[in-house]
């Protein structure tokens, strides 16, 4: 019934979907596998950067612009959140709260809950949601960037860099693997000192790059002066055009399919492997009665359960399944 609101155009549909993915409720795959035919429609934004360079304030302008333009616009703003309590701030509503009684905008916050990609799983769950909906640009909004944080790769058509004149040299940028993944770098907060050096950097940083089909533009901007949204825009809608048009967009397609079937399965035998050793079934019980006692250590204990097909086997199995079998 949730599914037929949501596709019906029930936000309070939408809205519990969507804390069903998050919780990573046992209906997700279902919910998905139904939802699979409505999606494909939506444009998506990663907005990424390090912490203090303005992204929720441009996300607030591009919403706006974009609503000026009649688009539908679904925001996903990732929070991070406490280690120890998992709760999280999810301030970006409030920051957006302008946008929070336009019918054309949905917003919603998610915590990281100790993911170290700046986005958790659940958001590409909520993206697709948010597709389904009928919205015609998803915008992503991350933590934060650094090493590893570079999960909304996955998740986004186009990557915009968020950077300022203080965050340091453009070589910093490089270290922190940002050359890799951005699709559109956006010097934001350009009236400060730097800023136009940074964009210089930038520039000739980007000419050394291997020839890839489509060359990165570096944009001045000042979001809280609404300076600079709609170039960012165009160079979005630039990108996605000329990505069509490429087999190298066709097969990063292709390629985020691929990962994330990885990651469903990921998560799916992680889950598995342990609702198996806390139930600890008959063929399991000595083994992990072993390991708690200290007499086994758990390498030769991994070893024997995967060593062994049908503990194994037992161990993979769906939790209905080894219910049967019981």
Same mark, same amino acid.
């Given at each position: 019934?949730?599914?037929?609101?949501?596709?019906?155009?029930?936000?309070?549909?939408?809205?519990?979907?969507?804390?069903?993915?998050?919780?990573?409720?046992?209906?997700?795959?279902?919910?998905?596998?139904?939802?699979?035919? +409505? /999606?494909?429609?939506?444009?998506?934004?990663?907005?990424?950067?390090?912490?203090?360079?303005?992204?929720?304030?441009?996300?607030?302008?591009?919403?706006?612009?974009?609503?000026?333009?009649?688009?539908?616009?679904?925001?996903?703003?990732?929070?991070?959140?406490?280690?120890?309590?998992?709760?999280?701030?999810?301030?970006?509503?409030?920051?957006? =709260?302008? +946008?929070?009684?336009?019918?054309?905008?949905?917003?919603?916050?998610?915590?990281?809950?100790?993911?170290?990609?700046?986005?958790?799983?659940?958001?590409?769950?909520?993206?697709?949601?948010?597709?389904?909906?009928?919205?015609?640009?998803?915008?992503?909004?991350?933590?934060?960037?650094?090493?590893?944080?570079?999960?909304?790769?996955?998740?986004?058509?186009?990557?915009?860099?968020?950077?300022?004149?203080?965050?340091?040299?453009?070589?910093?940028?490089?270290?922190?693997?940002?050359?890799?993944? #951005?699709?559109?770098?956006?010097?934001?907060? #350009?009236?400060?000192?730097?800023?136009?050096?940074?964009?210089?950097?930038? =520039?000739?940083?980007? =000419?050394?790059?291997?020839?890839?089909?489509?060359?990165?533009?570096?944009?001045? #901007?000042?979001?809280?002066?609404?300076?600079?949204?709609?170039?960012? /825009?165009?160079?979005?809608?630039? +990108?996605?055009?000329?990505?069509?048009? %490429?087999?190298?967009?066709?097969?990063?397609?292709?390629?985020?399919? %691929?990962?994330?079937?990885?990651?469903?399965?990921?998560? %799916?035998?992680?889950?598995?492997?342990?609702?198996? /050793?806390?139930?600890?079934?008959?063929?399991?019980?000595?083994?992990?009665?072993?390991? =708690?006692?200290?007499? /086994?250590?758990?390498?030769?204990?991994?070893?024997?359960?995967?060593?062994?097909?049908?503990?194994?086997?037992?161990?993979?199995?769906?939790?209905?399944?080894?219910?049967?079998?019981?």
């Amino acid at each position: 019934m949730l599914v037929e609101g949501m596709l019906a155009g029930e936000r309070a549909a939408l809205a519990r979907l969507m804390t069903l993915v998050e919780n990573r409720s046992p209906a997700v795959r279902a919910i998905m596998s139904r939802l699979h035919p +409505h /999606l494909g429609h939506a444009q998506v934004i990663g907005i990424t950067g390090p912490p203090g360079a303005g992204k929720s304030t441009l996300v607030d302008r591009l919403v706006a612009r974009l609503r000026r333009e009649g688009h539908r616009v679904g925001v996903v703003a990732v929070d991070p959140s406490s280690p120890f309590s998992g709760g999280a701030v999810l301030g970006d509503r409030i920051r957006m =709260q302008q +946008h929070c009684l336009d019918g054309g905008v949905f917003i919603r916050s998610l915590s990281t809950r100790g993911s170290h990609g700046g986005v958790p799983r659940a958001t590409r769950d909520v993206v697709r949601l948010l597709d389904a909906f009928g919205m015609h640009t998803v915008v992503i909004e991350t933590v934060g960037v650094g090493q590893t944080e570079l999960d909304v790769m996955r998740l986004a058509d186009t990557i915009v860099v968020v950077l300022v004149p203080e965050a340091g040299d453009a070589v910093q940028v490089m270290k922190a693997g940002l050359l890799e993944i #951005a699709d559109i770098f956006v010097v934001n907060k #350009a009236d400060r000192e730097g800023a136009a050096r940074m964009v210089m950097e930038l =520039q000739q940083m980007l =000419q050394l790059r291997p020839g890839s089909g489509w060359d990165i533009p570096v944009v001045a #901007a000042q979001a809280a002066h609404d300076i600079g949204i709609g170039e960012i /825009l165009g160079a979005v809608a630039r +990108h996605r055009a000329a990505s069509a048009r %490429t087999p190298r967009g066709l097969v990063g397609g292709a390629a985020r399919r %691929t990962a994330e079937l990885a990651d469903l399965l990921e998560e %799916t035998l992680s889950r598995r492997v342990r609702e198996a /050793l806390a139930a600890a079934p008959s063929d399991l019980a000595a083994v992990v009665d072993a390991v =708690q006692a200290g007499t /086994l250590d758990p390498y030769t204990a991994a070893t024997r359960i995967l060593d062994d097909p049908a503990t194994l086997a037992r161990v993979l199995a769906s939790p209905e399944r080894n219910e049967r079998q019981s």
